[in-house]
């Protein structure tokens, strides 16, 4: 039976599990998982390579003792601003040879395909930089659009239009730094929005227009899907930490502390609090602290979230489909546990009492497991993913072929290997 490993490398927290996958449905069954608190992470992005590699090591060593099996490759999530998304397009001809004018048309070949798509490459990738996933969105022959597999049909031209997504080249050295230290090579990098996605979007989301944005603790991912295809990717260095700060700074507790009032306390809105409660909270080392009614609480922690999902709506609009589209939203992330977050979504997106219920909070689905209750919830929703890309890696198609990433982390390997050698 085929295993899965994946690792989900987060600002707050490393999540790693394993997956034996069914034969038959494709479907990951998770033997083991653990969570961590994070140690060495920032925004996403590793900043402590030392801190970093101790916490994966520590993850790898507990979910190996918990199977009772050796994890020796994964896959794994990459996040952080440094990763951009762009919308490209290649073009070739592919007319019969040795024909004059406009040629005649030919057969389109799976060789065709992989010659176009290498073409969008061509906008000018800066040396320190490298693609992660390529999505085409679609395929033009002769000028006919709407294409979603072009391989068997005939035509003179054939163009696609595709969205790239592009990191910085360190920053991927440093997360393989950590991963060879901790003895565990990587089978394939997959932008955390796009593991989200594997984890809860629903066909039907996908085909109709959807905008998943995941809210963690230092980053928010954002996605956009329709007729299946990736449209817009972007990552904005805003996410549930703030709303910790915002505790911090407004009672004069330490971080910590904060932390627990959120989750303990925390409302992201004062509409969904039953009972008015007087909160007593610690300062720092004895000192006094400024106490605060949950109410009040929950209209600070409010604002903060709607200033987060406006400024991930605004990103949004930058994506050409929403100029064509409504999509629906989907929501999931750490921060989306927040009570009452779905009441906050709604009054984000859901602007217009004609358009109601546009927003749903996403937990993973299709998969099974012994703590199925546990891993239902929207923070698993990379991890969980990343299982069903890595099963899907092996051609069983949980996803249409247009929506299916161009896998370029075997060049990058190759790019890094030959660095490195020239190096020596
Ligand atoms: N029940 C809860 N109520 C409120 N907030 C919560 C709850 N559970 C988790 N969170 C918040 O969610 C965040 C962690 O979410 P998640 O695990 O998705 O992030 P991460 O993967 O560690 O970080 P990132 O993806 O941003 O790099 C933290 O800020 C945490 O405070
Ligand atoms: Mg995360």
Redesign the pocket.
Known sequence: MKRVTAL??????I?MAVADIDANSGMPMVRGFVKLP?NG?K??MIVDIEAATAVIYEARKTLEKSIDAAVDNCFVSI?GDHITGINTSGRINTSKEHTIGLGEPDKITTESVTRVLDHTRGYGLSSDREILHLFPIEYVIDGRSGITRPEGMSGRRLEVKAHLTTYELTAVENITTCMEQAGISVSGLVL?SLASAYGVLEPEEKKRGVILI????????IIIFQNNAVHYTATMTM???M??HDIHYLTGTTIEKA?KI??EY?YASDEVIKDTELLKIEGIAGRKSTPIQNRELATYINARLVEILTEAQKKARNSEILQKIEPVVCL????S???GFDTVADQVFSTSPLKPNLTRIGVPTGFTSSHMKELTS??Y??LIGLLKFGADQKGKGMISTLTQSVDLWSKFTKFINSRRIKKK
């Open positions: 989900d490398i987060g600002s707050s927290s999540k994070a992470i925004s996403g996040s955390h995941d809210i963690g603790a230092g980053v928010t991912d996410a549930g930490e709303v910790t932390e959120k989750l925390g999931c992330g750490g921060t546990l927040l009570r929207p923070e929703a990379c």
